[in-house]
Protein backbone atom coordinates (compact mmCIF):
# COMPACT_ATOMS: atom_id res chain seq x y z
CA UNK A 1 0.00 0.00 0.00
CA UNK A 2 1.68 3.55 -1.00
CA UNK A 3 1.27 6.55 1.02
CA UNK A 4 2.44 10.26 0.69
CA UNK A 5 2.44 11.48 3.93
CA UNK A 6 3.44 15.44 4.30
CA UNK A 7 4.10 17.51 7.20
CA UNK A 8 5.22 21.16 8.04
CA UNK A 9 2.46 23.46 7.63
CA UNK A 10 1.02 25.63 9.86
CA UNK A 11 0.58 29.30 11.04
CA UNK A 12 2.96 32.06 9.64
CA UNK A 13 3.04 35.88 9.05
CA UNK A 14 3.25 37.88 5.79
CA UNK A 15 6.76 37.75 4.68
CA UNK A 16 7.98 34.33 6.54
CA UNK A 17 8.79 31.26 5.56
CA UNK A 18 7.55 27.63 5.44
CA UNK A 19 8.97 24.29 4.38
CA UNK A 20 6.61 21.45 3.56
CA UNK A 21 7.85 17.77 3.57
CA UNK A 22 6.45 14.90 1.77
CA UNK A 23 7.40 11.16 1.79
CA UNK A 24 6.59 8.25 -0.31
CA UNK A 25 6.65 5.05 1.11
CA UNK A 26 5.27 1.31 0.38
CA UNK A 27 5.23 -1.01 -2.44
CA UNK A 28 6.44 0.77 -5.68
CA UNK A 29 8.99 0.34 -8.14
CA UNK A 30 9.81 4.31 -8.96
CA UNK A 31 8.62 7.68 -8.83
CA UNK A 32 8.08 9.83 -11.91
CA UNK A 33 6.80 13.26 -11.42
CA UNK A 34 6.32 14.87 -7.37
CA UNK A 35 4.47 18.02 -7.09
CA UNK A 36 2.71 20.09 -5.01
CA UNK A 37 -1.13 21.51 -5.38
CA UNK A 38 -3.15 23.49 -3.01
CA UNK A 39 -6.64 24.09 -2.68
CA UNK A 40 -8.21 27.63 -1.03
CA UNK A 41 -11.69 27.59 0.56
CA UNK A 42 -14.35 28.25 -2.29
CA UNK A 43 -11.30 27.72 -5.03
CA UNK A 44 -10.09 25.18 -6.78
CA UNK A 45 -7.43 22.80 -6.56
CA UNK A 46 -4.90 24.48 -7.89
CA UNK A 47 -0.86 23.08 -9.44
CA UNK A 48 2.21 25.04 -7.22
CA UNK A 49 5.13 23.34 -8.74
CA UNK A 50 6.41 19.77 -9.97
CA UNK A 51 9.60 18.51 -9.99
CA UNK A 52 10.55 15.29 -12.87
CA UNK A 53 13.16 12.73 -12.81
CA UNK A 54 15.12 15.30 -14.93
CA UNK A 55 15.29 17.09 -13.04
CA UNK A 56 12.81 19.66 -14.09
CA UNK A 57 10.95 21.92 -12.11
CA UNK A 58 8.16 24.41 -13.07
CA UNK A 59 6.45 26.95 -11.04
CA UNK A 60 2.99 28.74 -10.98
CA UNK A 61 3.64 32.09 -12.02
CA UNK A 62 1.55 33.25 -8.24
CA UNK A 63 4.83 31.48 -6.62
CA UNK A 64 7.63 32.27 -9.04
CA UNK A 65 10.74 33.41 -7.33
CA UNK A 66 9.86 32.95 -3.77
CA UNK A 67 8.97 28.76 -3.85
CA UNK A 68 11.67 26.26 -4.70
CA UNK A 69 10.40 22.99 -5.12
CA UNK A 70 13.14 19.80 -4.42
CA UNK A 71 13.47 16.22 -4.19
CA UNK A 72 15.60 13.38 -2.54
CA UNK A 73 15.18 10.07 -4.82
CA UNK A 74 17.43 8.19 -2.35
CA UNK A 75 14.31 9.45 0.44
CA UNK A 76 11.93 9.20 -2.08
CA UNK A 77 10.87 12.88 -0.63
CA UNK A 78 9.85 15.91 -1.83
CA UNK A 79 10.34 19.11 -0.17
CA UNK A 80 8.49 22.89 -0.99
CA UNK A 81 10.38 25.84 0.34
CA UNK A 82 8.22 28.81 0.77
CA UNK A 83 9.42 32.17 1.45
CA UNK A 84 7.70 35.52 1.14
CA UNK A 85 4.61 34.12 2.04
CA UNK A 86 1.59 36.03 1.37
CA UNK A 87 -2.01 36.07 2.50
CA UNK A 88 -3.10 34.70 -0.37
CA UNK A 89 -1.08 31.97 -0.09
CA UNK A 90 -3.59 30.37 2.24
CA UNK A 91 -4.76 27.34 1.36
CA UNK A 92 -4.46 23.29 2.37
CA UNK A 93 -1.37 21.85 0.91
CA UNK A 94 -1.15 18.70 -1.29
CA UNK A 95 1.62 16.43 -2.34
CA UNK A 96 1.20 14.86 -5.67
CA UNK A 97 3.50 11.63 -7.29
CA UNK A 98 3.00 9.73 -9.97
CA UNK A 99 4.36 6.69 -8.99
CA UNK A 100 5.64 3.28 -11.49
CA UNK A 101 4.49 0.57 -9.39
CA UNK A 102 6.08 -2.38 -11.61
CA UNK A 103 9.50 -2.73 -13.31
CA UNK A 104 7.12 -4.66 -15.79
CA UNK A 105 5.03 -1.98 -16.77
CA UNK A 106 5.21 1.61 -18.02
CA UNK A 107 1.51 2.49 -16.50
CA UNK A 108 2.10 5.56 -13.96
CA UNK A 109 -0.15 6.08 -11.04
CA UNK A 110 -1.21 9.18 -9.21
CA UNK A 111 -0.89 9.13 -5.60
CA UNK A 112 -2.03 11.85 -3.19
CA UNK A 113 -1.67 12.91 0.34
CA UNK A 114 -4.22 13.94 3.09
CA UNK A 115 -3.08 17.27 2.80
CA UNK A 116 -1.62 20.04 5.10
CA UNK A 117 -2.97 23.37 6.34
CA UNK A 118 -0.69 26.61 5.31
CA UNK A 119 -2.35 29.87 7.21
CA UNK A 120 -0.47 33.53 6.36
CA UNK A 121 -1.66 35.89 8.71
CA UNK A 122 -1.15 39.87 7.02
Known amino acids: QVQLVESGGGLVQAGGSLRLSCTASGSFFSINTMAWYRQAPGKQRELVAF???????NYADSVKGRFTISRDNAKNTVDLHMNSLKPEDTAVYYCNAELRQYSYSPRLLPYWGQGTQVTVSS
Open 51 to 57: VTNGPIT
